[in-house]
């Protein structure tokens, strides 16, 4: 005996047929049974008391399968039973949804003989009463619900089994993914990439690797849409990034040991956000940038003193404008000093040695002396600059020595010698003069001074040259 009780939410689903003369047969249909959210197609009609709504009995019909029920209760309680009557005139055709819906429900194990007859009645009258039409898609929405209730938990349970019952069922392919936006992604391809997915999701539970589970949740987001597993793959993704960064700790460390600076800077430059936010790792990163530098640094100094031993000291500011800022200590400043001041003297002695007659003037000779004694500071450091030192030291001697000069006059011309003096009126006078060129001022009272040049960078030291120097001469 099958019974209902008010808790089920049955909803009645009664067929009314109106066959021969002078009799009326009213054939009421069992109640449709509302399914639990886990379990949608696994429920089992079973016999229960009738509450007290005042239906005296129910009672099976074991040969023909047909709930009877006694007409003045059904016609007093079921909000259909005083309708059908009535409703036999109107009957209405279902919509294709509803009846794709019905058409699923007959391999149903609780619903499918019931649903089996409305089809009955729907293809011998056309239609439904529209009360239990009403109620029909009633139980469809609420079945709907069921199913997408217990799909989606089998998705967020990585329960693969029942998935793939679900997802075949006529009432899923059918109905369900028409009428659910949610689940029309599931087509034969997506079901076997999100079967791949899912037993890769076991795989990886199974031997703790966080890496592979959270690949597979990416993948199940991505081939469902849904976003089931929100809370679990926050704990993986902050698990992963732990992993992460102590993997790549490692490797950093390993490559600083072995002085990988370049190797270990490339690999920082492709890092993402949250592994270069990492203190640790960007220790590791100023660190290995900071010995890149006094690398680069050492080997630039050990160009320099290449270059300075080759007495190429034109090459060494060049080379030390690559050093970094932050690495120009006390060292860089001596070498920088000494570079610059080398070239400096270089270019001055250069000079003087190219008009030697100059360092006859005593002008000059204090400027040259003191190129000297600024170049012997450095000397041992460049042989080209000691070469120029000792070049205009002897030019300094040369122009140094006197050479005799015999002055001849007429007894009235004053003789003046810019820097050296006066010649008192004579007849004849004889000087030792250095080797430079000398401008001479003859002055003889009511006359104007004559000037002469003379020019002994080139006198002999031995023999006197004779001038003449007379008032109007």
Known sequence: MNRLSDSSAPVALAIATSQRRKRVQ??????????????PFLCVL???DVSASGVSSVLHDGQTGI??????????ESPLSSQVAESQKTLLPLEAHTLRGLKALTLDPEYGEIAARLLNQINAEGGLPAELIEELENKLTERLAAMDGSLK???????????EKLSSSRFFNDYVVNQAQQWRWVTDSARSDFAVASKAQSSAEIEKNIEAELRALYSIRAISGLDLNSERIAELEVEVTKLEQELLQAEFAQLMAAG????????????SPDMAKDTHIRDFIAQAEMSLMK???????????????????????????????????QEFQNVQVAAAAIIELEDALLELSRKPDRLADENVQRYAQNLIARAREFGGLSPKLDNSVARIVDGIEVASVAVPLLIESDGRAKILIPGLGYVEPTREK??????KR???????????????????RRASTTSPRAVRLTCGA
Do not use: H, M
């Open 67 to 76: 709930a009877k029920i006694n007409a003045p209760i059904l016609a007093k």
């Open 430 to 435: 004889s000087l030792w003069l250095q080797k």
């Open 438 to 456: 000398y401008t001479f001022i003859v002055r003889c009272a009511g006359e104007p001074d004559i000037r002469s040049e003379i020019d002994l």
């Open 26 to 39: 009213v054939v009421a249909g069992a109640c449709l049974l509302g399914l639990t959210v886990t379990a």
């Open 260 to 271: 990988k600076y370049d190797e270990l800077i490339s690999r920082a430059g492709v890092l």
């Open 153 to 163: 938990l089998a998705v967020a349970n990585n329960d693969l089994p029942l998935f």
């Open 46 to 48: 079973k016999d229960r």
């Open 295 to 329: 690398q680069r640094r050492d080997e630039i100094f050990a160009e320099v003193s290449t270059q300075a031993s080759a007495d190429n000291w034109r090459a060494v500011p060049g080379l030390l404008n690559a050093v970094p800022v932050n690495l120009r200590d």
